[in-house]
């Protein structure tokens, strides 16, 4: 079964770090893009961060350029986001997606389309 499965998620105060993992299971994500999208309450989901597997280009959405980092490990089973100077704004759930078929991590973050791979999430929450 493919699955993906996000983890390292929590609290953590006002210009604190995290970092999220999305581990693949049942297949690897060569070839694939990748993203991490957020949904606040109240909000629409936004994409955050994507990455392209196949050549590494990234995409980061305005409101964490400079912050965040995207990265994808040797193997190309777990991505990861490097979130620093964690604002109150950026709590919400954290969801990563995948999709073999989207060839651009712009088409891939702003999504014309329904992905084929969701996690089931991990809520960060950003306060003092």
């Known amino acids: 079964q493919l699955q993906l499965v996000e983890s390292g998620g929590g609290l953590v105060q006002p210009g604190g770090s995290l970092r999220l993992s999305c581990a693949a299971s049942g297949f690897t994500l060569d070839y694939y893009a990748i993203g991490w999208f957020r949904q606040a309450p109240g909000k629409e989901r936004e994409g955050v961060s994507c990455i392209s597997s196949s050549d590494a280009n990234t995409y980061y959405a305005d409101s964490v350029k400079g912050r965040f980092t995207i990265s994808e490990d040797n193997a190309k089973t777990t991505v990861y986001l490097q979130m620093n100077s964690l604002k109150p704004e950026d709590t919400a759930v954290y969801y990563c997606?995948?999709?073999?078929?989207?060839?651009?991590?712009?088409?891939?973050?702003?999504?014309?389309?329904?992905?084929?791979?969701w996690g089931q999430g991990t809520q960060v929450t950003v306060s003092s």
């Open positions: 997606a995948a999709d073999p078929l989207i060839t651009t991590v712009q088409a891939m973050c702003v999504p014309m389309r329904r992905i084929t791979y």
